[in-house]
């Protein structure tokens, strides 16, 4: 089965810095990737996705590549703001095989003012 | 709200105890899914519908768990003699199943298993 690993594990920024985490995951037939952002005590919020035949995608401040070769994606934040601060999960998904969410441990971002 | 939504929101149980939750889908997606959260946590896939068809079962979905989806609308998830493991938040998520992915989740039913 699909074996996905995040990293890393907490993030701390200073508010206005970048963030970047990983995603590396090992089934090749992935073909979507979503990341989701979730605050204390609330549901998984999609904030971006790619899907197999893009490399890049960009909304505002926030961002996600992919490297099919390398299996792996990144989602990239810029000009991080202090509501930012949550925990991001990545969660390839084989579509064509059900399309169950597979995520990982999850990043805690802390951005400080 | 056209929102996913879950009911209850928490639920305390005695362990040995039944219980049950719904999930309602936004209107016309046709999949739905349920996982289950422990704190520190992903979420883990339990099952999936594609219409009133489960289709999926994770291992972690013992025989003290079913899940239902009658008529292709809402679910409902039940776990018998509950244990204290099976204390978690149990997410549910729908799309629309067609060409686009993307899974929306409902707030989640928070279990405590005492």
Redesign the interface.
């Known amino acids: 089965g699909e074996n996905v690993e995040q990293h890393p594990s907490t993030l701390s920024v200073q508010e206005g810095d970048s963030a970047v985490i990983k995603c590396t995951y090992s089934d090749s037939a992935s073909n ?1 990737f ?1 990341w ?1 952002k979730q605050e204390l005590g ?5 904030i971006i ?1 790619i899907r197999s035949n893009v490399g890049e995608k960009k909304d505002q401040r926030i961002a996600v590549t992919l490297n099919k070769t390398a299996k792996h994606f990144s989602l990239h934040i810029t000009e991080t703001q202090p509501e930012d601060s949550a925990v991001y ?1 990545c ?1 390839p ?1 084989i ?1 064509n095989q ?9 990043t805690e971002l802390s951005v400080k003012p | 709200d056209t929102g996913v939504s879950q009911n209850p929101r928490h639920k305390i149980t005695k362990r040995g105890q039944n219980v049950t939750f719904r999930c309602d889908p936004i209107s016309e997606h046709n999949r739905l899914y349920w996982y289950r959260q422990t704190l520190g946590q992903g979420p883990e896939f339990l099952t999936y519908f594609q219409n009133e068809a489960q289709l999926e079962k994770s291992r972690l979905l013992s025989d003290r768990f079913s899940a239902e989806r009658p008529k292709g609308s809402f679910s409902t998830l039940e776990i018998q003699r509950t244990e204290q493991g099976d204390s978690a938040m149990y997410l549910c998520a729908s799309s629309p199943g067609t060409s686009r992915e993307t899974q929306y989740f409902g707030p989640g039913t928070r279990l405590l298993v005492l």
């Not at chain 1, 059900?98 to 999850?106: A, E, R, T, Y």
């Open positions: 979507y979503p989701y609330k549901r998984p919020q999609l996705d999960f969660a998904q579509y059900g399309g169950k969410l597979i995520f990982g441990q999850g």
